[in-house]
């Protein structure tokens, strides 16, 4: 997969991906991640880029050339390449980001993030560009760089080969809108407290099971909603009614 920035901070994403999982996946050549400065496609002599709102008001808004230019000339280079792109608008007004799509992202072959700044882009180039607009969560950043960040950590590591374990990225939170289970390393006691008796049985079946319960258990404690989603067997469904009758909802 390739994944270009458009930025007004190219740097931040660098720095950003060139660590940890994603900066060993860029290594082995499983995904690219190139920033592109839009300030390079500014025409003003002092490469400018925001400019006062029309209508008055707090702030600068980023100008729409620029980044109308940024986006053409990346355009015009991955069409040569006749590869598919999907763009992606990083912005509080987005839909909420989610497992689910960082799985669909994941599938791309192209995928362009464009991170505004200031408090805000010019409409019309927001108009000009078909994108997905997504939001990392109810808050305003100061800008996309950390939302683009985000987003391609969890969409990297659903490439086929970016972990070392696939399973991993398959059973864990939210795939299957079920919570993780509970995890324990060494020692067996800390502080006092033990691990689980049944983890170290070294008996599979029963291991899969009572990591499965925790899995709903967690989930109905801590994020309730998310049963809705889930594929739950019909025992599961009748444990969850108990589990609801005996806190008296
Ligand atoms: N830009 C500023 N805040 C943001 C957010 N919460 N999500 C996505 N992009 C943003």
């Not at 987003?151 to 070392?164: E, F, K, Y």
């Not at 109905?220 to 969850?240: G, N, P, T, V, Y």
Request: glycine share 6%; charged share 25%.
């Amino acid at each position: 997969m390739n994944i270009s920035v458009l930025t007004l901070f190219p740097e931040w994403i660098l720095q950003g991906v060139n660590i940890s999982v994603v900066g060993r996946a860029i290594q082995n050549e499983l995904l690219t991640v190139s920033a592109i400065n839009i300030r390079d496609f500014s025409y003003d002599k002092h490469k400018r880029v925001d400019d006062y709102p029309y209508g008055g008001g707090a702030g600068m808004v980023m100008q729409a050339a620029p980044i109308y230019r940024a986006y053409q000339t990346l355009m015009d280079k991955i069409q040569s390449t006749k590869s598919k792109v999907k763009m992606i608008y990083c912005t509080p007004q987005g839909d909420p980001f989610d497992q689910k799509m960082a799985e669909k992202y994941s599938k791309e072959e192209e995928l362009i993030f464009l991170c505004g700044h200031y408090e805000g882009i010019d409409e019309r180039v927001l108009e000009m560009i078909e994108m997905d607009w997504v939001s990392i969560g109810d808050y305003v950043l100061t800008g996309g760089e950390l939302p683009a960040l985000v987003m391609i950590d969890s969409i990297a590591r659903l490439i086929p080969g970016v972990l070392h374990n696939q399973d991993s990225a398959n059973q864990e939170s939210f795939q299957g809108s079920l919570l993780e289970y509970p995890h324990y390393t060494r020692p067996q006691s800390f502080q006092g407290k033990t691990v689980p008796d049944v983890l170290l049985s070294g008996h599979h079946e029963k291991i899969e099971n009572w990591r499965r319960e925790q899995s709903v258990l967690r989930t109905f404690e801590r994020r309730k909603r998310l049963l809705d989603q889930a594929d739950l067997s019909e025992k599961e469904k009748e444990q969850i009614a108990q589990w609801e009758s005996e806190k008296g909802l």
